[in-house]
Structure formats: C-alpha cells, structure tokens
C-alpha cells in the first residue's frame, strides 16, 4: 500500500500513509482468548478428571450438573470482566491514535479489539476449554486441543467478519494529498492509478462496523451455546468410577 501510494501521488516524501489494519491499535486483544482456553479452562477442568475429584465429589452427594455449573461459573465470570476491563484499556489507548489510523474502523484488527468482540471471544474461549477437557478428560491433550481452535477462531472470526461489508469507491483528482486518502472513512482494501492523475480507492465504509461485530458476535454465541451443551452432556454420561 505504501509503494502504490508513492506512484500515485508522484511525491518524494517516505512517510506511510496508513499503517495496514491499524497497527498501532492495541494488538494483544484476541491473545485473552487463548490464554484463557489454553492456561485456565481446560487444565482445570481436566485435572479434575485426572486427579478423580470429579467422582469423589459426584458420591458425596454433589449432583453431576451442580458440579459442572461450580466449576464452569468462575472462568465464565472471569472472561466476561477481563473481556470487558481490555475493551476499557483499548478504548483508552485509541483517545491517542494517530488522525490516519483512526478513520480506520473496519480492519480486521479494529473490528476484534472493539465492541463487544473481545467479552465474547473470551466467553467462546472458557467453552473451548471446557468442551476440549470433557472431551479427553486429560490436561494436556485439552490445553493442545484448546490452542489449536482459538489460534483458528482468532485468525478466521475477523476475516468472517468483514465478509458482510461491502466495498465501496473514493475517486481523488490531480492533486490529492496522502492525507486525505488516509482518512478516508473506512478500510482501504486497494488503490488505483488513473490516467489523469488521480486514484480509485476501494475501501469497506466505516458504517459496517456494527454488521461486522453481527456476524461475529452471533458466531461466538452459538460456538459458545454449543460447546458448553457439549461438555454440559459428556459429564452426565461419565462413568462414576476414575
């Protein structure tokens, strides 16, 4: 994007534009996820199973779903407050963004570090964890499990995300400055040349952003419905010995 911007406006200067995607955004939001799948749902609840607490607690009168919901209750609790306190921080740190990166709302960066993004893939992580040692029932192969399916849904959810937004077209003239193609109200996706001087910017209209966090959102909730039903079940259908 540089490069072309460069050739497009024939000027000499070296500065980008606009960092891709908002880098200077707070990056390690979706990093919550997966600490909280990997570190804290699926090792504890494994080791449960491994160690036999879970039996011991199920004959001592504890019914299998009160146990279940006991030990589901305080990751669930945990994700839903840090998901939020990291969406305070992220806020904050944005009141200082540079003008070129602000005007950028719908990259796939911005769209999993805001709203309610990063509350529900926090929630869809402590599922994961959770389904993943029901599932095995041992602590390793459900943190290795749990990795694998954040470090996917971190990598696939913004892309889905953004799929609802549509592209629209800025045509600039003779003349234009990299300043007023940086804040353009929305993601650019590409830039072109024109024969008289001026550029084609493609970009997705800031005014998808809700859409996109939609999509995102809905995926999360249904991901996190049926991954906690999955591990709400399996633990009904274990054998009561260890």
Not at 100 to 129: K, Q, R, W
Request: positive net charge.
């Amino acid at each position: 994007m540089d490069s072309l911007l460069r050739l497009a406006m024939h000027a000499p200067q070296r500065r980008p534009a606009r960092p891709p995607g908002g880098r200077r955004e707070f990056e390690d939001g979706p990093c919550l996820a997966i600490l909280l799948a990997v570190v804290w749902a699926a090792p504890m609840l494994a080791r449960e199973f491994e160690t036999g607490t879970s039996v011991w607690a199920w004959t001592q009168g504890t019914s299998r779903s009160r146990w279940f919901l006991s030990r589901a209750a305080l990751p669930i609790l945990a994700a839903m407050a840090s998901g939020l306190a990291l969406t305070g921080a992220v806020m904050i740190s944005g009141m200082h963004r540079p003008v070129f990166v602000a005007h950028d709302h719908m990259s796939e960066n911005y769209l999993s570090t805001h709203g309610p993004y990063l509350v529900l893939s926090a929630l869809c992580a402590i599922a994961t964890g959770l389904a993943a040692a029901a599932a095995t029932r041992r602590a390793v192969p459900a943190i290795g499990i749990s990795l694998i399916a954040q470090i996917a849904l971190t990598l696939v959810m913004p892309k889905l995300a953004t799929m609802v937004a549509p592209t629209a077209t800025a045509t600039f003239g003779r003349g234009v400055t990299e300043y007023q193609i940086a804040v353009l109200d929305g993601h650019q996706t590409s830039l072109t040349r024109l024969a008289d001087g001026g550029v084609s910017v493609e970009y997705q209209p800031n005014s998808y952003f809700w859409e996109a966090q939609l999509v995102a959102g809905a995926a999360f909730l249904v991901l996190t419905a049926a991954l906690l039903a999955y591990a709400w079940r399996t633990v009904q259908t274990l054998p009561g010995k260890a």
